[in-house]
């Protein structure tokens, strides 16, 4: 860590990696994000319920979608 006085009352301070990321090593928290996910996913998957599905076409099936549609790079996260 290093700092330095830029105006009076005013100091930067810039921390600096000590080591470098591994690329090819497993972060511990997505690996038990994940493992939450696996095992908690196939108890909430459910058929989806007939009133829902009239309900979602009442709302959404007017729409049409293109799938081969160009949205463009703004659609890009």
């Given at each position: 860590?290093?700092?330095?006085?830029?105006?009076?009352?005013?100091?930067l301070v810039v921390a600096e990696p000590t080591d470098t990321v591994d690329e090819d090593?497993?972060?511990?928290v997505i690996g038990a994000?994940?493992?939450?996910l696996e095992k908690d996913m196939p108890s909430q998957i459910q058929a989806l319920d007939?009133?829902?599905f009239d309900r979602?076409?009442?709302?959404?099936?007017?729409?049409?979608?293109?799938l081969n549609e160009d949205l463009?790079?703004?659609?890009?996260?």
């Open positions: 860590m290093k700092a330095k006085v830029i105006a009076p009352g005013y100091m090593e497993d972060d511990p994000f994940l493992a939450l007939s009133n829902l979602l076409d009442d709302l959404v099936g007017h729409i049409d979608v293109d463009g790079d703004e659609s890009l996260l």
